[in-house]
């Protein structure tokens, strides 16, 4: 069965640091690029970041670039978001998402597993 | 990377139709066939419905089905069940491997 468990949210305070860990399983995890999607209590979803398979690349959402960064270890099945400069507005639920294939080699562009979430909260 | 916009919500009757839009731009939904729709029940992570503007991942029900025009994409649920009632988002690829998604819909079934 194909799943990802996100851990490591928590609550921090502004200005403070966090890192999330999503492990991969039941599927090749160095073959399909990886997402992290966000969601803010009561609104709705924020696509943040992606990194292809290898790990050689990634992109942001702007409204992170600079403070969020995304990576990956493919011998641990796992993906990472590390998070400095945290402000109020990035509390929420962070989701990792499995993209359909690989940016770098193809074009399945969509989400098509999640994780459960795991939410952080930046508050004084 | 502007929210994409979508009706915060739409109602149907058990049985009927209902289709929920999903408005963006030449660089997103109308420069790309890379429109996907996901399901989110309340407390619970999302679900991938459509993908690719109208395909279905396998175990997704006929009813559902998606379409694009210009720069507004659309789902359609019909044969309303009560299971439906559900936060309904559209998201598309918005160029160098950016995405973005819409507000959200909620569906209630009357």
């Known amino acids: 069965e194909v799943q990802l468990l996100e851990s490591g949210g928590g609550l921090v305070q502004p200005g403070g640091s966090l890192r999330l860990s999503c492990v991969a399983s039941?599927?090749?995890?160095?073959?399909?690029?990886m997402n992290w999607v966000r969601q803010a209590p009561g609104t709705g979803l924020e696509w943040v970041a992606v990194i292809c398979g290898n790990g050689l690349s990634a992109f942001y959402a702007d409204s992170v670039k600079g403070r969020i960064t995304i990576s990956r270890d493919n011998s641990k099945n796992t993906l990472f978001l590390q998070m400095n400069s945290l402000r109020a507005e990035d509390t929420a639920v962070y989701y990792c998402?499995?993209?359909?294939?690989?940016?770098?080699?193809?074009?399945?562009?969509?989400?098509?597993?999640w994780g459960k979430g795991t939410t952080v909260t930046v508050s004084s | 990377q502007s929210a994409l916009t979508q009706p915060r919500s739409v109602s149907g009757s058990p049985g009927q139709s209902v289709t929920i839009s999903c408005t963006g731009a030449?660089?997103?939904?109308?420069?790309?066939?890379?429109v996907s729709w996901y399901q989110q029940y309340p407390g619970k992570a999302p679900k991938l419905m459509i993908y690719d503007v109208n395909k279905r991942p396998s175990g997704v029900p006929d009813r559902f089905s998606g379409s694009k025009s210009g720069n507004t994409a659309s789902l359609t649920i019909s044969g309303l069940q009560p299971e439906d009632e559900a936060d309904y988002y559209c998201c598309s690829f918005s160029g160098t491997y950016t995405w973005v998604f819409g507000g959200g819909t909620e569906l209630t079934v009357l």
């Open positions: 998402a499995k993209l359909g294939g690989d940016y770098v080699y193809d074009y399945n562009y969509y989400m098509d597993v």
């Open positions: 030449s660089s997103d939904v109308g420069g790309y066939n890379y």
């Open positions: 039941g599927f090749t995890f160095s073959s399909y690029a």
